[in-house]
């Protein structure tokens, strides 16, 4: 069976078409960014698809414009790939590529796609989407509750402080206050709904680190790892996926400057992580505190420990979610770390 890549570069209102076919790429046209233009896209490429061809669809995500399209790609059962946006510039810059705008966008994703051949991404199951949902609705709701409450305060410091715009203020706290409580139910409503997520939830929280706030957050980023790799990639991947993985500046003998990360991941979830440690190494004794200290102990810089803290926490959640088991500390020994 052969494959069809399909590049599309998304916008808000449309989004760009190419693909690429027996070496040789092909702009489709623009389309409307919703089901009439996802239609329409499926007729067009049946002009240039036969019984033994299949699409593999290559999309950068772009905040939220690609959902439409990727939910209509699954659909229809066609393959799907995600590559990290970054990456495919840098890669079209290593084919000669300087220009930039939507159309050679499109067609650049298609042949990076027939090139390299990314790896195919599953959708997440439909749980653990609406539990993603749930806990990105409830991150808005928070950020609001926090700015409203930066204002309250600021406003309380003036003189002569209106009283309706007071009122105002304390009357949006009160609603935040209550729509926060509702999706917290509706969250621990959605787990003991599904007990294997409850299982994993309960799991996570015995790794050092991880806490109440943080844990259904790793538990959605785990899944989508899996997602992404069809349950086939690795750690060193699921640390390049977080932005986790390290890079040098060297050249020989020659040190450009220190070592650090890649930061080309998931800048969410290395702030949760971060903070994940900078919590469990200040704890009683378990083997986070021991691992910070051992790092300490060869003179590294705190940050750095921090960092690589945060990558251990990474690496027994990940251990506890492909087992199914609990955390075990015995298995957290010196010599593991």
């Not at 290559?58 to 439409?68: D, P, Q, S, V």
């Not at 003991?192 to 997520?197: D, I």
Request: proline share 5%.
């Amino acid at each position: 069976m052969t494959t069809i890549y399909l590049g599309t570069d998304m916008a808000k209102a449309t989004f760009e078409a190419a693909l690429r076919q027996q070496e040789i790429a092909k702009p489709l046209g623009e389309f409307n960014n919703n089901p009439s233009g996802y239609k329409q896209l499926s007729k067009k490429l049946q002009r240039y698809t036969k019984g033994d061809q299949e699409i593999h669809l290559i999309i950068e995500a772009t905040g939220t414009y690609h959902l439409g399209l990727l939910g209509f790609a699954y659909e229809q059962g066609w393959q799907v790939s995600l590559p990290n946006p970054k990456t495919v510039r840098e890669w079209a810059k290593g084919q000669g590529q300087r220009v930039k705008h939507d159309k050679i966008d499109a067609r650049t994703l298609a042949n990076y796609g027939a090139k390299e051949k990314p790896g195919v991404q599953q959708p997440l199951p439909e749980e653990v989407l609406t539990l993603s949902l749930l806990l990105n609705r409830q991150a808005d709701i928070e950020k609001t509750l926090r700015q409203e409450q930066n204002r309250l305060e600021s406003f309380r410091q003036r003189p002569n402080a209106c009283p309706i715009v007071l009122d105002d203020i304390q009357q949006s706290i009160a609603f935040a206050q209550q729509r926060l409580r509702h999706l917290q139910q509706a969250i621990k409503a959605h787990l003991q709904a599904h007990p294997h997520l409850k299982q994993q939830h309960t799991h996570l929280l015995q790794v050092p680190g991880i806490g109440e706030k943080s844990v259904l957050h790793i538990l959605v980023f785990l899944y989508r790892w899996d997602a992404h790799t069809c349950g086939q990639g690795d750690f060193s991947g699921l640390t390049a996926f977080a932005g986790l993985d390290p890079v040098e500046f060297s050249s020989g003998s020659s040190v450009f400057r220190r070592p650090s990360i890649s930061k080309m991941g998931d800048a969410a979830i290395r702030r949760t992580l971060f903070l994940c440690a900078l919590g469990g190494v200040h704890a009683k004794d378990n083997p986070l505190v021991a691992f910070y200290q051992r790092l300490l102990g060869r003179n590294k810089p705190k940050k750095l420990a921090l960092v690589a803290s945060g990558r251990k926490i990474l690496a027994w959640a990940f251990g506890v979610f492909r087992s199914g088991t609990p955390f075990d500390p015995a298995l957290a020994s010196p010599k593991s770390l």
